[in-house]
């Protein structure tokens, strides 16, 4: 804990942020197939990952790792903007109606490794493990309520 301290990490919040632009799209405007709005049958997993989903953000945004280096393009931050893109083009793909298997698992674990890979950049364990957490969640529920 002699690490961290609070302060606001704005690209945490940014990253978070972007990557939930196409779920709040997603809200308004449904896709043509969209097989994303059935009943969930994993409820149990999908409140753990809902609660690791808010203490992920509260790492990446509140919590500063004091031995981080200023924010700046390095290997991590390269790879956490290659998986936002891949993201936003498996929505693309998604809404011109292609919803197979790798769609589903693109939309469940690109999002979540770009907070892993974000997170470990900034050297934030706070954010680290939920996002972890999330991530097996996230992937554990398409799994089960879209591929099986």
């Not at 632009?21 to 409820?43: G, Q």
């Not at 931050?77 to 893109?85: D, F, G, K, P, Y």
């Not at 907070?115 to 706070?126: H, P, V």
């Amino acid at each position: 804990m002699k690490k961290y301290r609070f302060g606001f990490d704005i690209c945490g919040l940014v990253l978070f942020f972007l990557i939930m632009i196409p779920n709040f799209v997603w809200f308004v405007v449904p896709a043509p197939h969209d097989i994303l709005r059935v009943e969930s049958v994993t409820l149990v997993v999908d409140n753990i990952a809902s609660i690791a989903q808010v203490v992920m953000v509260v790492g990446l945004c509140i919590f500063r790792n004091i031995g981080r280096e200023k924010i700046r393009i390095t290997n991590f931050i390269i790879v956490t903007t290659v998986c936002s893109l891949i993201y936003f083009l498996c929505w693309i793909l998604y809404y011109l109606g292609i919803t197979n298997v790798g769609v589903i698992l693109g939309l469940t674990i690109f999002p979540c490794l770009a907070f892993l890979f974000y997170s470990f950049d900034r050297k934030n364990m706070f954010a680290f493990v939920p996002a972890l957490i999330f991530m097996i969640c996230h992937l554990v529920y398409a799994i089960i309520n879209y591929i099986v």
